[in-house]
């Protein structure tokens, strides 16, 4: 039995007793006519990134609590087990290294026994991958017969280079168009092709693995579609990302950009996955990403807990999802630049932490992943913010807001931020009517993060943020945070599907499943 387990701790029955006592009731109006310091006691600065959690149902005894709860359950040396290498997948037996990826190159006049030699090689590795695919990005920048580049990847291998190339779309060179490809629905790289000319092209295939079904069928297609059109310089025009540099160079490809099982799909935008991003944006900007990132590692790594910021967020959703029985969070970038980051934070954490067993494979008997789900700001006010201002679950929200926009259309920031702000004021204020249905019962919470502006810099910093913000509530309810197969089942049947699509054959199905094969046959 392990002790440390969070519902085993002395700070989990105290939190019990404290939202027993006045969680359940804590009306965060209330507690802001209490204490005119509220702003500052619950806001938080981190690199590139400003919190104000104030508008939450917290008070300084929960946050207390929910610090003791991280002490209790050994979330520093956790995270410290993390940054030193150790094998914290311990489903797969592998290190999490993502974090390296993005630390500057070893400094010469650090003596060298100050690194892990492990540590030491494994970073000098990275920064002559890094070094490699970043001449490459700018070739293939300058590069003006080619026009196009069509990623083709899915999962980790799609939404993080995605996300931040559309993210960082005014920071992109014009003349090249950027294409993603992940759905292995024909209907993805159809659209795609038809508009392409081969001597044009590029086709970057992302893989951690090289043996995903729907990245090796569209990749495939491609080829074929390249060589059907006249192409014969492979090595030109298709370039591989992936640790299975071998696979790679069985398919044909002779241009291949690695990196390490230390790095887990939906943690790889920064590590060769990201070419598509250093395309776009370049060296210099692909170098910010990542050193906005490390900046948020330092965070995380240094702050006292009290006032590090991913270990702040991450608690609160301990607090949310075990106490208060909140299940779900909502996202709403108001950029509309972030319009994939919502996908991208669905994988992020749900991929991580929806889990029902813990390190050790025993089944836990609390809740773990909320479901995270949004789109950008404005467009979810006329769409699903009904629901969260007046339907019967509370869902906490997550507003993202910018402070100076990258265009100079007047009116439509002052526009953007009253909105953003009003809404966070609306869910907490909430608005009394007799009637019953413009009542508003408020005291729903969010919190507001701020970027002075997104740049590449403040993007790597917060997809760090949410990076670690996830480590630690999968720290503290003692999941493995890095494996994934609760994914691998639907594959297996998958194949099984597929043979009996081809041959007909329903023995031994359900009948749901076999009754539908015989519609589509
Ligand atoms: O099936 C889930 C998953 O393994 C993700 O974790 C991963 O990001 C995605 O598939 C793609 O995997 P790969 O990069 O190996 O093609």
Redesign the pocket.
């Known amino acids: 039995m392990n002790p440390s387990r969070c519902d085993r701790t002395p700070a989990w029955g105290s939190l019990q007793a404290a939202f027993d006592a006045t969680g359940r009731t804590f009306d965060v109006r209330q507690a802001f006519a209490a204490d005119p310091a509220r702003f500052e006691t619950f806001s938080q600065a981190a690199p590139h990134v400003f919190a104000d959690l104030s508008k939450n149902r917290i008070d300084a005894e929960t946050e207390a609590l929910l610090l003791a709860l991280a002490q209790q359950t050994g979330l520093a040396a956790h995270r410290d087990a993390m940054f030193a290498g150790d094998a914290i997948n311990n489903t797969e037996q592998r290190a999490v290294m993502h974090w390296l990826l993005r630390s500057p190159p070893p400094d010469p006049a650090m003596p060298a026994q100050s690194l892990h030699i492990h540590m030491a090689e494994a970073l000098h590795e990275v920064h002559t991958t890094l070094d490699a695919m970043l001449t490459f990005a700018e070739k293939v920048r300058t590069d003006t017969h080619i026009t196009d580049i069509v990623n083709i990847?899915?999962?980790?291998?799609d939404l993080g280079p995605q996300m931040a190339v559309l993210a960082l779309d005014e920071f992109v060179l014009s003349g090249k168009r950027l294409h993603f490809v992940s759905n292995v629905d024909g209907h993805e790289l159809n659209a795609v092709l038809r508009n392409l000319k081969v001597e044009s092209t590029l086709f970057l295939v992302?893989?951690?693995?090289?043996?995903?079904i729907e990245?090796m069928t569209n990749a495939q297609s491609a080829k074929t579609w390249f060589e059907v059109n006249g192409g014969t310089d492979i090595a030109r025009h298709f370039a591989a990302l992936t640790t299975n540099v071998a696979a790679a160079k069985a398919f044909g490809i002779s241009t291949t950009f690695g990196f390490w099982d230390w790095v887990?799909?939906?943690y790889s935008v920064w590590s060769a996955i990201g070419l598509p991003l250093a395309i776009a944006i370049g060296a210099q900007g692909f170098k910010q990403f990542l050193a906005g990132a490390h900046a948020m590692d330092e965070h995380f790594r240094s702050a006292p807990l009290a006032h590090n910021l991913p270990v702040r967020l991450g608690l609160l959703d301990v607090w949310y999802r075990n106490f208060h029985g909140f299940s779900s969070r909502s996202v709403a970038p108001y950029h509309s630049a972030l319009k994939r980051y919502p996908a991208y934070l669905q994988?992020l954490e749900m991929?991580s932490n929806g889990k029902r067993v813990d390190a050790t494979g025993a089944a836990l008997p609390y809740g773990t992943s909320p479901v995270i789900w949004g789109e950008p700001g404005t467009n979810g006010q006329h769409a699903y913010f009904q629901m969260l201002h007046q339907g019967s679950d509370v869902v906490p929200v997550e507003l993202v807001a910018v402070k100076t926009p990258l265009h100079a259309l007047p009116g439509h920031h002052t526009l953007l931020l009253a909105n953003v702000l009003a809404q966070a004021q609306a869910l907490m204020q909430g608005q009394v009517d007799e009637g019953g249905h413009k009542h508003f019962t408020g005291n729903r919470p969010s919190t507001f993060l701020l970027l002075d502006e997104l740049s590449p810099a403040s993007l790597g910093a917060l997809i760090a943020l949410q990076e670690h913000r996830v480590f630690v509530s999968g720290a503290v309810w003692g999941i493995n945070s890095f494996d994934?197969w609760g994914?691998e089942l639907g594959?297996v049947l998958a194949k099984d599907v597929e043979l009996r699509l081809k041959n007909g054959n329903d023995s031994g199905l359900d009948g749901s499943t076999a009754g539908l094969l015989a519609r589509l046959r």
Not at 153 to 157: A, H, N, P
Not at 206 to 212: D, E, L, P, V, Y
């Open positions: 990847g899915i999962g980790g291998s992302a893989s951690k693995t090289f043996t995903t990245t887990g799909g939906r994988q991929e994934q994914v594959k």
